[in-house]
């Protein structure tokens, strides 16, 4: 049906950059928004940035000014652009999309998540 791969995830060190990259694939008629979650150990998941169609994003605040959210929609990926990590945005970081699949677009956009890529800053 549809499916959401990730990429870009590792193990870097306090103050790196990391680029995520999220494609989403199969029976697709059309994304709403998208966005990026993470959960770390012992926490519950939590949104990380969302951006619109157009583009309007939002971040939480643990990110604003680190963290860019970015989509190509006729790539049907979206990017998150992290800056200056520290030990806090150690976590399993999950793609999100609100889609619309052709295969039941009378159910209008359905959320979807990718697998997961874990991201972890250490020394």
């Known amino acids: 049906q549809v499916q959401l791969v990730e990429s870009g995830g590792g193990l870097v060190q306090p103050g790196a950059s990391l680029r995520l990259s999220c494609t989403a694939s199969?029976?697709?008629?059309?994304?709403?928004?998208m966005g990026w979650y993470r959960q770390a150990p012992g926490k519950e998941r939590a949104l990380v940035a969302s951006i619109n169609p157009g583009g309007r994003s939002k971040y939480a605040d643990s990110v604003k000014g680190r963290f860019t959210i970015s989509r190509d929609n006729g790539k049907k990926t979206v990017y998150l652009q992290m800056t200056s990590l520290n030990a806090e945005d150690t976590a399993v970081y999950y793609c999100n999309a609100d889609i619309t699949s052709t295969d039941i677009p009378e159910y209008g956009p359905l959320p979807y998540w990718g697998q997961g890529t874990q991201v972890t800053v250490s020394s």
């Open positions: 199969g029976l697709i008629w059309s994304i709403d928004t």
